[in-house]
């Protein structure tokens, strides 16, 4: 399982990498591997203000679908294209070309209710 130290992590199965003040979040690998074959990205929340917690997409693979939680509040200022396209980049690359949305923060202090990857491994029993 693939669980990169640099990043934070959701209950929610969420990952997100900072730069300044710009969030970039996808799902992890154990959550694509626990969906299976993604077959579609739904993200309509292009230029919304949204609090950390709300649903800012959904992830649909071959047998359900799940819901993208916003692990920060802010503006969603960026949706990656290539998943429209592509949606299985998600489980090829989910740390990389599977990303799935850049958020402005609205509050820099949303980080401290993120888990370090040691914190995530233990929730997911890595």
Request: glycine share 8%; net charge negative; no cysteine.
């Amino acid at each position: 399982m693939n669980i990169p130290s640099e990043l934070l992590y959701t209950k929610d199965h969420e990952w997100v990498r900072f730069d300044g003040e710009v969030a970039t979040v996808g799902i992890t690998d154990f959550a694509q591997s626990e969906l299976g074959d993604i077959v579609f990205v739904e993200i309509e929340t292009l230029g919304q203000t949204l609090d950390r917690e709300s649903v800012f997409g959904s992830v649909e693979a071959v047998k359900t679908v799940s819901d993208l939680y916003l692990p920060v509040s802010g503006e969603i200022i960026e949706v990656n294209e290539q998943i429209n396209s592509n949606p299985e980049l998600v489980n090829s690359d989910p740390y990389g070309a599977g990303w799935m949305i850049k958020v402005r923060l609205k509050d820099p202090s949303d980080r401290s209710g993120l888990l370090t990857a040691e914190e995530y491994k233990n929730l997911i029993g890595a």
